[in-house]
């Protein structure tokens, strides 16, 4: 399973990018995506969740994003939707995905990050 993180870029504070985490190499769906932030000098920190269930997905999303930045699914493409940036909102972007294994067990991958710098 690879996964393609991309969408990131420049932006002006108090604006917005779209992130994209593509999975490919597998015909499962992902059972949860994470993205993830690091900022420079920083640990990475979870920002935000999707899990898949059979009523359909659940989001979770850290205090600090919660009023601005979405999460969504099409397929086993998972987008991180982000307005009203902040220069805090700064950093490489990771995600990470669960997929379940022929034995039936899980494997969590992960993509390469993609930048996001916020200037005002």
């Known amino acids: 399973v690879q996964l393609q993180a991309s969408g990131g870029g420049l932006a002006q504070v108090g604006g917005s990018l779209k992130l994209a985490c593509e999975a490919s190499?597998?015909?499962?769906?992902?059972?949860?995506v994470q993205w993830h932030r690091q900022a420079p000098g920083e640990q990475r920190e979870l920002v935000a969740t999707?899990?898949?269930?059979?009523?359909?997905?659940t989001t979770t999303l850290d205090p600090s994003v919660k009023r601005r930045f979405t999460v969504s699914r099409e397929g086993n493409t998972v987008y991180l939707q982000m307005i009203d940036l902040q220069a805090m909102d700064s950093g490489d972007y990771f995600c990470?995905?669960?997929?379940?294994?022929?034995?039936?067990?899980?494997?969590?991958?992960w993509g390469q990050g993609t930048q996001v710098t916020v200037s005002s």
């Open positions: 990470n995905a669960n997929v379940y294994t022929p034995s039936g067990g899980s494997v969590w991958y």
């Open positions: 190499g597998t015909n499962a769906l992902l059972n949860a």
């Open positions: 999707l899990m898949r269930r059979a009523s359909g997905d």
